[in-house]
């Protein structure tokens, strides 16, 4: 076997982000009034959400090929049949490489699902968020993306990004962001991590 073709595997990943996914997975409708929240949309409840492939191979200067997933991502269908693809990243801390990751996963996930011609490829880019546990006052509430093509066309977009530290409790439930209970029990009480979610995914309605 060719050691420059062997695949590498990053197990990415702190108990933030498994209770992420958990969260994510075992509650998904608790996305919605999130996704509202972090894009200002105006999902009603109901609609359908569909999870797609996280994982996906990249490849660097050395001709190996590297399996990244990103924390999530899935499709909400409207009532009207509008569709709308997410990436939504869960980061326990503010650092530099959240803006080049969030970029790798958005092009790779655009190009994997492209629509391509004979002499043309048109991709989209999904919604894409930053759900961010602790920050400070510092830390952005959004990451600026620009893309510069041939003939300096320019390509930017904002990437929101959703702090705990802004949310009481009591907003949390006026809200109905119930998604984020387990992270301000994070932020807020000593307890270990799986008495947090023994205490929150009753209250999940799948």
């Known amino acids: ?18 209770v992420f996914r958990t969260m994510v997975n075992d509650c998904k409708r608790l996305l919605l009034p999130v996704l509202n929240e972090m894009f200002h949309y105006s999902y009603e409840g109901d609609e359908e959400i569909e999870f797609l492939p996280t994982e996906r191979y990249l490849h660097n200067l050395d001709d190996k ?9 899935f499709k909400v269908t409207g009532k009207d049949g509008y569709e709308r693809n ?12 959240m803006a080049v990751r969030i970029l790798e996963y958005g092009i790779k996930f655009a190009i994997d699902n ?3 011609e004979k002499n043309k490829i048109s991709i989209h880019i999904p919604n894409t968020g930053v759900f961010q546990l602790r920050s400070t006052k510092n830390t952005p509430d959004n990451i600026q993306v620009e893309i510069v093509a041939p003939q300096n066309n320019k390509l930017s ?21 119930s998604f984020m209970l387990p992270f301000y029990m994070f932020n807020n009480y000593s307890t270990t991590i799986e008495q947090k979610m023994i205490r929150i995914l009753p209250y999940c309605h799948i």
């Open 1 to 18: 076997m060719d050691e420059n073709k062997k695949t590498t595997e990053t197990n990415s990943g702190t108990p933030f982000d498994d």
């Open 65 to 73: 090929s590297e399996r990244r997933g990103s924390d999530s991502a």
């Open 86 to 97: 997410y990436i939504i990243e869960c980061q326990s801390k503010p650092d530099n490489s």
């Open 114 to 116: 492209a629509d391509k």
């Open 157 to 177: 977009y904002s990437v929101p990004v959703l702090k705990m530290r802004n949310y009481s409790l009591e907003e949390i439930f006026t809200k109905n962001l």
